[in-house]
């Protein structure tokens, strides 16, 4: 079946450490993105990408970094500048402006 | 710009009883609105969507919602509520002529009581 994969599930991040969340798709979508949710504040636009080698800058952007060098894969790098990354981290993807966009079972991140 | 608004934090309904779950939305051209359902420390599944044609759209699990452009409201229905849609529902907006980014309001809980 196809779908989003993401991992791991939960990833603790200790002061100063940056830490990398996975995001893989065989969905052979082209759009990919990273959402923060935090409780009463829905999901809040991190990065994303139209096409394999090009990425913007979402709502919330400082303290992130993302790559897409893979069309299956956009990881997003949370550095040691975000002062408050605990929060759960979803990735989704859709090919085409009127589909609804696919979502993984995120990620949660906490601080150690 | 675009935004959509929750206006309820919270929705408690008993089981059998209709149940309903508000969203108006704002774009400065024609939207797509989306609907989502979150389970606890699950992604977000996908239960409908309005792209153009009939205001009235069906979706999954017995799930519809209505458009009504007027308002600017894309409302979530369903008929006869059960315990297992008891759940964290979000509606979604994009602008017709935009980018591809989707906003999200800040999610409405249902809980729907035996």
């Known amino acids: 079946d196809g779908g989003i994969t993401q991992s791991p599930k939960y990833l603790f991040r200790k002061e100063g450490q940056n830490v990398t969340l996975s995001c893989e798709q065989n969905?052979?979508?082209?759009?990919m993105y990273w959402y923060r949710q935090d409780p009463g504040q829905g999901l809040r636009l991190i990065y994303y990408s139209q096409i394999v080698n090009d990425f913007q800058k979402g709502d919330i952007a400082e303290g992130y970094s993302v790559s897409r060098e893979k069309k299956e894969s956009f990881p997003l790098t949370v550095t040691s500048a975000q002062k408050n990354p605990t929060a759960f981290y979803l990735c989704a993807s859709v090919q085409g402006r009127n589909q609804p966009q696919h979502f993984g079972d995120g990620t949660r991140l906490s601080i150690l | 710009a675009q935004s959509v608004a929750q206006p309820e934090d919270q929705v408690n309904v008993a089981e059998g009883n209709p149940l309903t779950v508000k969203c108006t939305y704002s774009v400065s051209g024609n939207p797509y609105l989306f609907w989502y359902v979150q389970y606890p420390n699950r992604g977000l599944q996908f239960l409908l969507k309005?792209?153009?044609?009939?205001?009235l759209v069906k979706g999954s699990y017995g799930f519809e919602a209505e458009f009504n452009k007027s308002q600017t409201s894309f409302h979530l229905k369903k008929p006869s509520a059960l315990v297992s849609d008891s759940a964290l529902y979000f509606c979604?907006?994009?602008?017709?002529?935009?980018?591809?980014?989707?906003?999200f309001g800040a999610g409405t809980t249902v809980t729907v009581r035996a």
């Open positions: 979604a907006v994009r602008d017709r002529g935009g980018d591809y980014k989707l906003s």
């Open positions: 969905l052979n979508h082209d759009a």
């Open positions: 309005y792209i153009t044609g009939d205001n």
